[in-house]
């Protein structure tokens, strides 16, 4: 079945870039996610991807796939403190269901 | 109106009672989605209902009925739950595939 891992901790400081990392098993995920969630909220879509795409870019979002390796990542140019949360990769192969990963709880320190 | 609407934000009930827990969205999506939440965890899918049609995860305990009374809405009812049923609970609405709409949720609380 599909699996997507994500490691589960990230800490940096304020002003560096963020990379949040993501490995998914399904070779036929078309759609790929990142999803943000900040405490006592509900999930917020930042940014997806389609398989045929290899980066995105979107204000400080840059989205990398690498299909051939099934890795995915999220890199976060000058971090803030509002950017602590906790980070949802997701895939679908097609269907209106996504396979959520476990979350990446990214800290940001001054 | 690009948000989706629940209520009540938190919830404490019984292990006897029944309650509903409502959530609206306006924005014309074809797919509405309850999630439970634990701490520290992924949200996990409890139903579905997407071009009339609902699916269901099976693991779902049967206290949990979902009701769509249309497009817009999709309740869930909750009756005789444990307190293991504590969590957020989540909707969700998407038009894209995969690219879902939350609302804030609703935090329960079984005593």
């Known amino acids: 079945g599909e699996d997507v891992e994500q490691s589960l901790f990230l800490s940096v400081r304020e002003g560096d870039s963020s990379v949040i990392n993501c490995t998914y098993t399904?070779?036929?995920?078309?759609?790929l996610y990142w999803y943000k969630q900040e405490p006592g909220a509900g999930l917020q879509l930042l940014t997806y991807?389609?398989?045929?795409?290899d980066m995105k870019q979107d204000q400080r979002l840059t989205v990398l796939l690498n299909k051939k390796d099934k890795h995915l990542s999220l890199r976060i140019a000058d971090t803030q403190t509002g950017d602590s949360a906790i980070y949802f990769c997701a895939e679908t192969e097609g269907s209106y269901i996504p396979t959520f990963g476990r979350g990446t709880s990214l800290i940001v320190h001054p | 109106d690009t948000e989706v609407t629940q209520t009540p934000k938190h919830l404490v009930m019984g292990m006897t009672n029944k309650k509903s827990l409502k959530c609206e969205q306006h924005?014309?999506?074809?797919?509405m989605y309850w999630y439970k939440q634990k701490a520290k965890k992924p949200p996990e899918l409890m139903f579905v209902?997407?071009?009339?049609?609902?699916?269901i995860n099976e693991s779902v305990p049967s206290r949990f009925s979902p009701e769509c009374p249309n497009s817009s809405l999709l309740n869930l009812h909750l009756h005789a739950l444990q307190p293991e049923d504590s969590a957020l609970y989540l909707c969700?609405?998407?038009?894209?595939?995969?690219?879902?709409?939350f609302g804030s949720g609703t935090r329960l609380t079984v005593v």
């Open positions: 209902y997407s071009y009339e049609k609902l699916s």
């Open positions: 969700a609405s998407s038009q894209e595939l995969g690219a879902l709409t």
């Open positions: 924005m014309g999506h074809r797919a």
């Open positions: 399904d070779s036929s995920s078309t759609y």
């Open positions: 991807i389609f398989s045929n795409m």
